[in-house]
Structures are given as C-alpha cells and as structure tokens.
C-alpha cells in the first residue's frame, strides 16, 4: 500500500532498498510527472511551480541512493509540498 511505501522513504537512516519503481509511485502521488532526462538512465520529475528533481536510475528494479531520496525530499519540502502530511 502506499501508507507502507510512505513509511519506508520515511525511516531514518534513510534506507538504500528503495527502488526507482517505488520513489515513482511516491513522486507521482504528490502529483509529479516523469520523464527521460538527456540520458536514458536520468529521469527527471516535475510539477508545476516546483523545481524540477533529477533522479539517476537504469531500469525499475535500480535501487536509488540515499543522496538522491534526501535532494528529492528536501527539494519538496522546499517547494512547499506537504509530504509528510499527506498520507
């Protein structure tokens, strides 16, 4: 579910098993779009009046590093998206 999905990209120490398909579903459910950046293996989340949050993975399976979950929740938060609240 995605209260679960929700509560893993919670947890700290952030976690290093979260793959590309669940940080989409999460990206997606706060209202962002993807797509392909210059490279095939960088993808690009958007929404409007957000800066845009560029996220490196290869295929759906590709585990995202904590860096990259950190920048993304940290540039929502940011941009003023309720994350945390919204469950």
């Known amino acids: 579910s995605f209260e679960k999905l ?3 990209i919670r947890q700290k ?3 290093n ?3 590309f398909k669940e940080m989409r579903k999460f990206m997606q459910h706060y209202g ?3 797509r392909n950046g210059n490279k095939e293996s960088h993808h690009i989340f ?3 009046g957000c800066r845009p949050i560029n996220i490196p993975a ?3 399976g590709t585990n995202i590093k904590p860096a990259y979950i950190k920048m993304a929740i940290k540039t929502m938060e940011e941009d003023g998206n309720e994350w ?3 469950i």
């Open 6 to 8: 929700a509560e893993k």
């Open 13 to 15: 120490p952030l976690r």
């Open 17 to 19: 098993d979260i793959t």
């Open 32 to 34: 962002y779009s993807c």
């Open 46 to 48: 958007f929404k409007d």
């Open 58 to 60: 290869h295929d759906e």
């Open 84 to 86: 945390r609240k919204k």
